[in-house]
């Protein structure tokens, strides 16, 4: 092995439980295990990040992970966590998800050709086939009722009712590990540690089913990460908008990267953990870097630049990096010179932005009469607003504080199409044309 998996979840802290033997399997040899992703959008978030670094760093100690995207568990929904039962999917709406999730974990695992390549598997492949009555016989009858109510997600629903439908999900998700075990000769399943329960489960199915007198020849194991808290206990993971996710089109590449920008020292030396590939080596210097001037957040700078290129791309980073020197710092606007429309947008997505037509720009003698022009934008909402705000040194234009209500309106458009407004702080993108 090319190091201790076990071992390096400690050191980064993400090692929750684990059953009896789990270590000791993998040290013996290559392993083969899994994480299981419900689609339930077309997306996964960051909170799913936590069990793709999992994956990763047991790819990476030379063992095999699988991947499986429930095609068939998504169309029942997990209970763990929920207080109330999910909507349903469609089958076409299931089917896009599952292929949009398997896309995004091809940016984390190795799918080459190399012994412990990496896997995406999909349960309704193996559940597709099942009768009612077969799944019964095959998987119902090895656990008691008393067993699954004793789960912790089951238990927690008891007094706002659970529907037989998701009573029977921890059966659907324990049979899966059956199936693996059998089929893809998995070993172990892995997951956050509200899983614990389901993924039990799937280890009491391969005991009843295997076991018998040769019993130590069919051992499965089970192994759980933390979820991942704010130092102050509040759950990680959400911005102002809701979900931060992996997919480009639903959280931009500047929101992203702005969001692990955002963290805060307490949170740092454990998201660097979690989510990054730094060593532990790598790690305790920021720290000491940025304890002796935390003024100029290190670990923040360090950690949103891994997990962005990691999940989207150098370039995606580069223009976020551009876009906040830009919108927060005393970086010019020269680095727009040259950019694609597509990439200025990209680094002004999320500031509000306003179209106004080349003659109203032409139109405006004055930067008060320009501003008028654009008080649909709610920048301001009179000329008189205006006026003051430019007597009281609160008005930028294309980053240049204007003085002067009476300022002649000739600014060059960046890329012939486009200024920035500064109200205060605020910025807001006009587009000319």
Known sequence: ???????????????????????????KE??????????????????????????????????????????????IGDPSGKAAEREFLSEDTLRHNQE??????????????????????NNYDWF???????????????????????????????????????FSYQLLQGYDFYWLYKNKN?????????????????TEIIRRKEGGADEIEHKAYAL???????????????????NVWLDSTMTTPYQFYQFWLNATDADCARLLRVFTLLSKDEIEKLE????????????QKALAKDVTIRVHSEKDYDIAVKASEILFGKGTLEVLQGMSDTDILAVFDGVPQTSITLADF????????????????????????????????????????????????????????YLLVGKGKKNHLIIVG
């Open 30 to 75: 290559m392993t083969a295990a899994y994480i299981g992703f419900d689609p339930t959008a077309s997306s996964l978030h960051i909170g799913n990040l936590a069990t793709i670094m999992l994956l990763k760093h047991f790819q990476l100690c030379g063992h095999k992970p699988i991947a499986l995207v429930g095609g068939a568990t998504g169309m």
């Open 1 to 27: 092995m090319k190091s201790n998996f076990i071992e390096e979840l400690r050191w980064r802290g993400m090692l929750q439980d684990m059953m009896p033997g789990t270590e000791e399997q993998l040290q």
């Open 288 to 299: 000491a870097e940025h304890a002796e001037a935390p003024h100029l957040r290190i670990m």
């Open 128 to 166: 597709k086939e099942f009768s009612f009555l077969g799944f019964l016989r095959e998987a119902g009858k090895y656990l008691s009722v008393n067993y699954m109510m004793s789960k912790d997600s089951v238990k927690k629903r008891l007094e706002t009712g659970i529907s037989f439908t998701e």
């Open 362 to 417: 032409e139109a405006s003698p004055t930067v008060t009469d320009l501003v008028s022009v654009i008080t649909n934008a709610e920048i301001y909402p009179s000329k008189g607003e205006a006026r003051r705000a430019i007597q009281g040194n609160a008005l930028s234009i294309n980053k240049t504080k204007i003085a002067d209500p009476n300022h002649p309106a000739t600014f060059d458009l960046l890329n012939g199409k």
């Open 186 to 202: 998995v070993r172990l399943q892995m997951g956050g540690s509200d899983q614990w329960g389901n993924i039990t489960t799937g």
């Open 100 to 121: 949009c999730i398997k896309k995004q974990l091809e940016k984390f695992l190795d799918f080459s050709d190399i012994d412990n390549s990496a896997e995406v598997v």
């Open 224 to 242: 759980t990460t933390p979820l991942v808290t704010k130092a102050d206990g509040t759950k990680f993971g959400k911005s102002e908008s809701g």
